[in-house]
Protein backbone atom coordinates (compact mmCIF):
# COMPACT_ATOMS: atom_id res chain seq x y z
CA UNK A 1 0.00 0.00 0.00
CA UNK A 2 1.32 3.66 -0.47
CA UNK A 3 2.31 5.79 2.26
CA UNK A 4 1.00 9.65 2.69
CA UNK A 5 3.45 11.59 5.20
CA UNK A 6 3.70 14.87 6.79
CA UNK A 7 6.98 16.95 7.43
CA UNK A 8 6.17 19.71 9.33
CA UNK A 9 8.52 22.56 11.04
CA UNK A 10 9.01 26.52 10.57
CA UNK A 11 11.18 27.69 7.69
CA UNK A 12 14.58 26.90 7.49
CA UNK A 13 14.36 23.92 9.57
CA UNK A 14 15.47 21.67 6.22
CA UNK A 15 11.92 20.25 5.29
CA UNK A 16 13.04 20.69 1.89
CA UNK A 17 16.76 18.80 2.50
CA UNK A 18 15.49 16.06 4.36
CA UNK A 19 12.08 15.51 2.60
CA UNK A 20 14.25 15.15 -0.48
CA UNK A 21 16.14 12.36 1.59
CA UNK A 22 13.20 10.73 2.56
CA UNK A 23 11.37 10.63 -0.47
CA UNK A 24 14.30 8.80 -1.87
CA UNK A 25 14.67 6.66 0.73
CA UNK A 26 10.98 5.32 0.43
CA UNK A 27 10.02 5.68 -3.07
CA UNK A 28 7.64 8.77 -2.21
CA UNK A 29 6.52 11.71 -4.19
CA UNK A 30 7.90 15.09 -2.85
CA UNK A 31 4.83 17.55 -2.58
CA UNK A 32 6.18 20.69 -1.55
CA UNK A 33 3.80 23.77 -1.90
CA UNK A 34 6.41 26.22 -1.87
CA UNK A 35 7.97 24.63 -4.74
CA UNK A 36 4.92 24.22 -6.94
CA UNK A 37 3.62 27.99 -5.84
CA UNK A 38 7.13 29.18 -7.13
CA UNK A 39 6.79 27.00 -10.19
CA UNK A 40 3.72 28.73 -10.90
CA UNK A 41 4.10 32.12 -10.10
CA UNK A 42 7.39 31.54 -12.47
CA UNK A 43 4.85 30.39 -15.17
CA UNK A 44 2.28 33.37 -15.06
CA UNK A 45 -0.47 31.36 -14.17
CA UNK A 46 -3.32 33.10 -13.16
CA UNK A 47 -2.63 30.91 -9.46
CA UNK A 48 0.99 32.38 -9.61
CA UNK A 49 -0.22 35.85 -10.15
CA UNK A 50 -2.71 35.50 -7.36
CA UNK A 51 -0.28 34.40 -4.89
CA UNK A 52 2.85 36.01 -5.69
CA UNK A 53 2.14 39.22 -3.29
CA UNK A 54 1.68 36.69 -0.17
CA UNK A 55 4.46 35.24 -0.88
CA UNK A 56 6.34 38.26 -0.98
CA UNK A 57 5.23 39.27 2.60
CA UNK A 58 5.56 36.20 3.90
CA UNK A 59 1.99 35.93 4.30
CA UNK A 60 0.14 32.81 4.03
CA UNK A 61 -1.76 32.07 0.25
CA UNK A 62 -5.25 31.86 0.74
CA UNK A 63 -6.62 28.18 2.00
CA UNK A 64 -9.06 27.88 -1.06
CA UNK A 65 -6.26 28.27 -3.38
CA UNK A 66 -3.45 25.98 -1.87
CA UNK A 67 -6.55 23.12 -0.80
CA UNK A 68 -7.64 23.34 -5.11
CA UNK A 69 -4.04 22.99 -5.59
CA UNK A 70 -3.22 20.61 -3.47
CA UNK A 71 -6.52 18.28 -4.24
CA UNK A 72 -4.47 18.16 -7.89
CA UNK A 73 -1.48 16.82 -6.96
CA UNK A 74 -2.40 14.36 -4.11
CA UNK A 75 -4.95 13.23 -6.22
CA UNK A 76 -1.98 12.48 -8.97
CA UNK A 77 0.21 11.14 -6.65
CA UNK A 78 -1.85 8.77 -4.51
CA UNK A 79 -1.20 5.95 -6.08
CA UNK A 80 2.70 6.18 -5.36
CA UNK A 81 2.40 7.95 -1.77
CA UNK A 82 3.88 11.36 -1.19
CA UNK A 83 5.35 13.13 1.59
CA UNK A 84 3.61 16.37 2.06
CA UNK A 85 6.37 19.82 2.78
CA UNK A 86 4.71 23.11 3.65
CA UNK A 87 1.27 21.67 3.59
CA UNK A 88 -1.06 21.73 5.82
CA UNK A 89 -0.06 25.16 7.24
CA UNK A 90 -3.80 26.05 8.97
CA UNK A 91 -6.19 24.15 10.77
CA UNK A 92 -8.71 24.48 7.28
CA UNK A 93 -5.52 23.15 5.43
CA UNK A 94 -5.23 20.03 7.86
CA UNK A 95 -9.52 19.47 7.74
CA UNK A 96 -8.72 19.35 4.27
CA UNK A 97 -5.93 16.44 3.80
CA UNK A 98 -7.71 14.45 6.13
CA UNK A 99 -11.13 14.53 4.56
CA UNK A 100 -9.47 14.14 1.11
CA UNK A 101 -7.70 11.28 2.40
CA UNK A 102 -10.41 9.80 4.13
CA UNK A 103 -12.40 10.22 0.87
CA UNK A 104 -9.40 7.66 -1.19
CA UNK A 105 -9.61 5.19 2.12
CA UNK A 106 -6.51 6.73 3.11
CA UNK A 107 -5.14 8.06 5.81
CA UNK A 108 -1.46 9.79 7.56
CA UNK A 109 1.04 7.28 7.84
CA UNK A 110 3.33 9.69 10.35
CA UNK A 111 3.31 13.35 11.14
CA UNK A 112 6.84 14.18 11.69
CA UNK A 113 8.38 17.71 12.96
CA UNK A 114 11.52 19.22 12.78
CA UNK A 115 12.11 21.40 15.51
CA UNK A 116 15.36 24.02 15.62
CA UNK A 117 15.73 26.87 17.67
CA UNK A 118 14.32 30.65 16.06
CA UNK A 119 17.58 32.55 16.00
CA UNK A 120 19.53 29.28 14.31
CA UNK A 121 16.74 29.32 11.31
CA UNK A 122 16.97 33.38 10.83
CA UNK A 123 20.78 32.74 10.58
CA UNK A 124 20.63 29.47 7.97
CA UNK A 125 17.50 31.53 6.15
CA UNK A 126 19.58 34.61 5.44
CA UNK A 127 22.43 32.75 4.04
CA UNK A 128 20.22 30.15 2.01
CA UNK A 129 21.28 29.94 -1.60
CA UNK A 130 19.71 27.20 -4.01
CA UNK A 131 20.28 25.65 -7.44
CA UNK A 132 18.54 27.24 -9.98
CA UNK A 133 18.47 24.00 -12.07
CA UNK A 134 18.03 20.85 -9.87
CA UNK A 135 16.81 22.85 -6.44
CA UNK A 136 19.83 21.45 -4.36
CA UNK A 137 20.11 23.49 -0.65
CA UNK A 138 23.28 25.23 0.15
CA UNK A 139 24.44 27.96 2.79
CA UNK A 140 26.93 30.45 2.26
CA UNK A 141 28.33 30.03 6.01
CA UNK A 142 27.81 26.37 7.13
CA UNK A 143 27.29 24.09 3.97
CA UNK A 144 29.13 26.19 0.97
CA UNK A 145 29.37 24.95 -2.87
CA UNK A 146 32.99 24.14 -3.56
CA UNK A 147 33.02 26.70 -6.54
CA UNK A 148 31.47 29.49 -5.30
CA UNK A 149 27.70 30.24 -6.75
CA UNK A 150 27.53 27.08 -8.67
CA UNK A 151 26.12 23.69 -7.62
CA UNK A 152 28.23 20.98 -6.68
CA UNK A 153 25.82 18.32 -8.30
CA UNK A 154 25.24 20.04 -11.68
CA UNK A 155 26.77 23.47 -11.38
CA UNK A 156 24.07 24.89 -12.42
CA UNK A 157 23.74 28.59 -11.02
CA UNK A 158 23.02 29.46 -7.21
CA UNK A 159 20.63 32.52 -6.08
CA UNK A 160 18.83 33.40 -3.03
CA UNK A 161 15.24 33.49 -2.29
CA UNK A 162 13.17 36.63 -2.67
CA UNK A 163 11.36 36.15 0.20
CA UNK A 164 14.49 35.26 1.99
CA UNK A 165 15.09 38.94 3.49
CA UNK A 166 15.54 39.20 7.48
CA UNK A 167 11.82 41.29 7.70
CA UNK A 168 10.02 38.56 5.60
CA UNK A 169 11.71 35.99 7.93
CA UNK A 170 10.43 37.04 10.61
CA UNK A 171 6.89 37.39 9.58
CA UNK A 172 7.31 34.05 8.11
CA UNK A 173 8.40 32.85 11.80
CA UNK A 174 5.41 34.62 13.42
CA UNK A 175 2.87 32.91 10.72
CA UNK A 176 4.09 29.74 11.65
CA UNK A 177 3.84 30.13 15.31
CA UNK A 178 0.52 31.81 14.96
CA UNK A 179 -1.10 29.75 12.56
CA UNK A 180 0.74 26.26 11.47
CA UNK A 181 2.22 25.42 15.16
CA UNK A 182 -1.88 24.73 16.44
CA UNK A 183 -1.92 21.89 13.35
CA UNK A 184 -0.03 19.93 15.64
CA UNK A 185 -2.51 19.96 18.45
CA UNK A 186 -5.42 19.74 16.05
CA UNK A 187 -3.55 16.73 14.62
CA UNK A 188 -2.83 15.40 18.67
CA UNK A 189 -6.47 15.61 19.45
CA UNK A 190 -8.01 13.46 16.55
CA UNK A 191 -5.14 10.83 18.08
CA UNK A 192 -2.45 11.09 15.13
CA UNK A 193 0.82 10.88 16.62
CA UNK A 194 3.00 14.08 15.82
CA UNK A 195 6.71 12.88 15.99
CA UNK A 196 9.71 15.66 16.94
CA UNK A 197 12.76 15.95 15.85
CA UNK A 198 15.77 17.50 16.63
CA UNK A 199 16.72 19.59 13.59
CA UNK A 200 19.75 21.56 14.82
CA UNK A 201 21.92 18.58 14.61
CA UNK A 202 24.32 17.68 11.61
CA UNK A 203 21.53 16.84 8.33
CA UNK A 204 23.14 12.76 8.54
CA UNK A 205 21.39 12.60 12.33
CA UNK A 206 18.12 14.38 11.52
CA UNK A 207 17.47 11.83 8.80
CA UNK A 208 18.30 8.80 10.90
CA UNK A 209 16.22 10.21 13.48
CA UNK A 210 13.57 10.54 10.80
CA UNK A 211 13.72 7.46 8.92
CA UNK A 212 13.67 5.88 12.57
CA UNK A 213 10.61 7.60 13.40
CA UNK A 214 8.91 6.30 9.81
CA UNK A 215 10.13 2.77 10.64
CA UNK A 216 8.93 3.53 14.47
CA UNK A 217 5.24 4.34 12.95
CA UNK A 218 5.40 1.09 10.72
CA UNK A 219 6.22 1.85 7.59
CA UNK A 220 9.10 -0.11 6.24
CA UNK A 221 12.12 1.10 3.38
CA UNK A 222 11.92 -0.44 0.29
P1 LIG B 1 8.06 27.73 1.62
O1 LIG B 1 8.88 27.45 0.40
O2 LIG B 1 7.46 26.50 2.20
O3 LIG B 1 8.81 28.55 2.64
O4 LIG B 1 6.82 28.63 1.14
C1 LIG B 1 7.02 29.90 0.55
C2 LIG B 1 5.74 30.73 0.62
O5 LIG B 1 4.71 30.08 -0.12
C3 LIG B 1 5.16 30.91 2.01
O6 LIG B 1 5.77 31.97 2.72
C4 LIG B 1 3.69 31.20 1.69
O7 LIG B 1 3.52 32.52 1.20
C5 LIG B 1 3.45 30.25 0.52
N1 LIG B 1 2.98 28.92 0.98
C6 LIG B 1 3.63 27.73 0.91
N2 LIG B 1 2.88 26.73 1.42
C7 LIG B 1 1.72 27.28 1.82
C8 LIG B 1 0.54 26.79 2.44
N3 LIG B 1 0.40 25.48 2.77
N4 LIG B 1 -0.46 27.66 2.72
C9 LIG B 1 -0.36 28.97 2.41
N5 LIG B 1 0.73 29.51 1.82
C10 LIG B 1 1.77 28.69 1.53
Redesign the pocket.
Known amino acids: MSMQILLMGP ?1 GAGKGTQAKMLCQRFGLVHL ?4 I ?2 EEVRAGTDLGKS ?1 KS ?2 ER ?4 P ?1 SL ?1 NEMMQVHMGRNLATGFLL ?6 RP ?1 AEEVEAFLAGKRASLGAVLRIEVDEESLIERIVHRVSCQACGAVYNRRTRPPRVEGRCDACQGALKGRS ?1 DTEETIRN ?1 LKVYRGETEPVVGYFRERGLEVQDVDGNAAIDSVQAALVGALEAAGTSSR
Request: proline share 8%.
Open positions: PATGDLRAYMGDLVDIDGYPRTQDR
